[in-house]
């Protein structure tokens, strides 16, 4: 996509000043609502460990404990804490990210469908103190960047990780998402559920010598105990999920920023004519949306580990047997390629205009007549079904049956 490689646009929000002031604004999302419950010690939250802590705030925050993913690479605010013996766990639902440093603190980034990426951090409390959540500032300085696309978002890096966890190299800098080949993803990750792929950088050490770069293999579970996290893998798929939702989240807010922005110049209306690099932007959201150019998965497809795929169907919406939520994991990662988060209340909060937009180009990709760029690689069976899901599911979809506002 046009955003992979390089931003359409050299436009960057000014997050501080009218109209996004992005620090002065409540967060109204799901967790952010919920503050005050953690803070007074109305979740029923387990306090006899840290590993006991973290299960039963997953729980309460309804985030598969299966979406553990681990990082080694130090790329994250605790950096000093995390290192290959040591690594940062991560777990994910829709829309809502959590991290967790044996050792260190919680930290949660959640999508606020106004300010984009909300972050927030706070101690693991001992036996009755109070648990008090802090928005975070300082994740701005790597979450406001070029590989967020110059907006508050969400970040993957993939590094050629040191010994001691620092990077040697990076990958794809400023680009993220389902486009990346495989063979340049998870450098800094531990990754298991590969079904004997291993044509990628994760579960590696890299070593420079003499100007060249070498890998070591890092077994995942061999420097540290698994039977500190509460599960014992950082799955292949949970990998794919988390990069394809970082790739849309980050273009979705930024179309969020734009959109605002343009409204605010222009009296509080959307002009008509829409800039032409805001135009690319959308037309490459599209195709992101649609998997156009999805990197295709290893030849013997991917085994997927069966509580995660459970857990990531919980909250399914099915039409006619059918959810954008069903695996494929054979060539593709989605059986029927449209992105689940339209149905998260991420997107459904967007400018009214912008969520327009979206909603009536996808129904012309969609449309037999209409057919374009962003679908061609669709069936015309597949791209009915993602339409009939769509019409459904997704409030105000051109032709839909459901009541909108």
Same mark, same amino acid.
């Given at each position: 996509g046009v955003l992979g490689s390089a931003l359409a646009s050299e436009w960057e929000p000014d997050l501080d000043s009218e109209p996004h002031r992005y620090f002065?604004?409540?967060?109204? $999302? #799901?967790?952010s609502r919920r503050i005050p419950e953690l803070a007074e010690g109305r979740?029923?939250?387990?306090?006899?460990? =840290?590993?006991?802590?973290?299960?039963?705030?997953?729980?309460?925050?309804?985030?598969?404990?299966?979406?553990q993913l681990l990082v080694f690479s130090n790329t994250s605010l605790q950096l000093s804490l995390i290192n290959p013996g040591n690594p940062r766990a991560l777990y994910f639902s829709d829309d809502l990210y959590l991290g967790y440093v044996p050792g260190g603190k919680i930290e949660v980034a959640t999508i606020d469908a106004q300010l984009g990426a909300v972050f927030y951090i706070f101690d693991?409390?001992?036996? $009755?103190s109070r648990v008090v959540v802090e928005r975070a500032r300082r994740c701005m300085n790597c979450h406001a960047n070029e590989d967020t696309l110059k907006v508050p978002g969400l970040s993957?890096?993939?590094?050629?990780?040191?010994? *001691?966890?620092?990077?040697?190299?990076?990958?794809?800098?400023?680009?993220?998402?389902?486009?990346?080949?495989?063979?340049?993803?998870? *450098?800094?990750?531990?990754?298991?559920?590969?079904?004997?792929?291993?044509?990628?950088?994760?579960?590696?050490?890299?070593?420079?010598?003499?100007?060249?770069?070498?890998?070591?293999?890092? =077994?995942?579970?061999?420097?540290?105990?698994f039977e500190r996290?509460?599960?014992?893998?950082?799955?292949?798929?949970?990998?794919?999920?988390? =990069?394809?939702?970082?790739?849309?989240? &980050?273009?979705?807010?930024?179309?969020?920023?734009?959109?605002?922005?343009?409204?605010?110049?222009?009296?509080?209306?959307?002009?008509?004519?829409?800039p032409p690099d805001l135009e690319t932007e959308l037309a490459d959201l599209l195709s992101y949306l649609l998997f156009a150019q999805e990197a295709p998965l290893p030849a013997s497809g991917i085994p997927g580990n069966p509580a995660l795929r459970e857990g990531f169907a919980r909250n399914r919406k099915v039409v006619d047997g059918h959810s954008l939520k069903d695996l494929d994991l054979?060539?593709?990662?989605?059986?029927? #390629?449209?992105?689940?988060?339209?149905h998260t209340p991420?997107? =459904? *909060?967007? $400018?009214? $205009?912008?969520?327009?937009?979206?909603?009536?180009?996808?129904?012309?990709a969609l449309s037999p007549e209409k057919r374009n760029a962003a679908s061609r690689h669709l069936s015309d069976e597949e791209a009915?079904?993602?339409?009939?899901?769509?019409?459904?599911?997704?409030?105000?979809?051109?032709?839909? &049956?459901?009541k909108t506002d």
């Open positions: 002065q604004r409540t967060a109204v $999302d #799901r967790f979740l029923p939250l387990d306090r006899s460990s =840290e590993r006991a802590f973290l299960k039963s705030l997953l729980a309460a925050l309804d985030i598969p404990e299966s979406s693991i409390p001992r036996s $009755d993957v890096k993939s590094v050629a990780p040191g010994p *001691g966890g620092g990077s040697l190299d990076t990958f794809h800098p400023g680009q993220s998402g389902h486009t990346q080949p495989l063979a340049e993803r998870f *450098g800094g990750w531990y990754v298991t559920g590969t079904g004997g792929f291993d044509g990628h950088w994760g579960n590696r050490m890299g070593r420079l010598y003499q100007g060249e770069l070498s890998a070591t293999p890092l =077994e995942p579970g061999t420097r540290f105990s996290y509460p599960v014992a893998t950082s799955d292949l798929l949970a990998h794919l999920l988390h =990069e394809h939702q970082v790739g849309g989240v &980050n273009r979705l807010i930024r179309a969020q920023y734009r959109f605002r922005e343009l409204r605010h110049r222009n009296g509080g209306s959307v002009p008509q004519a829409l054979r060539t593709r990662l989605l059986r029927f #390629r449209c992105s689940y988060l339209v991420f997107f =459904e *909060g967007l $400018d009214a $205009d912008l969520r327009r937009r979206i909603l009536r180009d996808l129904d012309h009915a079904v993602i339409r009939t899901i769509l019409r459904a599911t997704v409030p105000g979809f051109p032709n839909g &049956n459901l």
